[in-house]
């Protein structure tokens, strides 16, 4: 579980608490930041002050999703990350739209992909994104939609054993 997060203060001195139990974030600094609930809690419930704090943050260390019982659009626009280390999915089948409107994102981190069996809308709305690892698709039954709006790959290291995928419309 993630304990050090880097952020971009956004200028003035700004106290979140809830999710994030504290933080402060000084104009011109960094903070160290507690996310060990960032994987408690489906990031779709937030309330709206703790969505302003997801916009601060740019990048995050290795994420253990591993015991966490719905992971789908878990970073959900958190528009200005950057990167993301890694994330350990464990034996999660459906990352549908994880990183979902992360507008800032520049390459997709590296998972084991397994045991995914939907993987749908993962990267749909990442403007940035550029670089994007190999993926395991032995299970993936759909894949839908699953770059839309990402416009600036440059790098796609592929699909392997993509046979069973299938793209559904809603």
């Given at each position: 579980?993630?304990s ?8 003035n001195e700004q106290?979140?608490?809830g999710?994030?139990k504290?933080?402060?974030v000084?104009a011109?600094?960094n903070a160290?930041?507690?996310c ?9 419930s ?10 601060i ?7 253990d999703?591993s015991?966490v019982?719905t992971?789908n ?5 958190f ?8 994330i ?11 990183l ?5 994102l520049?390459?997709?981190?590296q ?6 069996t939907?993987?749908?809308s993962?990267?749909?709305?990442c403007?940035?994104?550029?670089k994007?690892?190999l ?5 993936v039954?759909a894949?839908?939609?699953?770059f839309d709006g990402a416009?600036l790959v440059e790098e ?6 993509l ?8």
């Amino acid at each position: 579980i993630a304990s050090d997060v880097d952020v971009t203060p956004s200028g003035n001195e700004q106290t979140f608490e809830g999710l994030y139990k504290k933080v402060t974030v000084e104009a011109g600094g960094n903070a160290t930041v507690d996310c060990s609930k960032i994987v408690e809690q489906n990031l779709q419930s937030l309330s709206n002050k703790q969505r302003l704090f997801v916009g601060i943050i740019t990048k995050l260390p290795e994420m253990d999703l591993s015991q966490v019982d719905t992971i789908n659009q878990m970073f959900r626009y958190f528009y200005s990350l950057e990167l993301i280390e890694s994330i350990k999915l464990g034996n999660q089948t459906s990352i549908d739209g994880l990183l979902v409107g992360c507008w800032s994102l520049l390459e997709v981190p590296q998972m084991d992909t397994r045991n995914v069996t939907m993987m749908g809308s993962l990267c749909y709305d990442c403007r940035k994104l550029k670089k994007v690892p190999l993926l395991e698709c032995g299970n993936v039954i759909a894949i839908n939609s699953i770059f839309d709006g990402a416009t600036l790959v440059e790098e796609l290291g592929g699909f392997k054993d993509l046979g069973k995928a299938y793209t559904y419309q809603a």
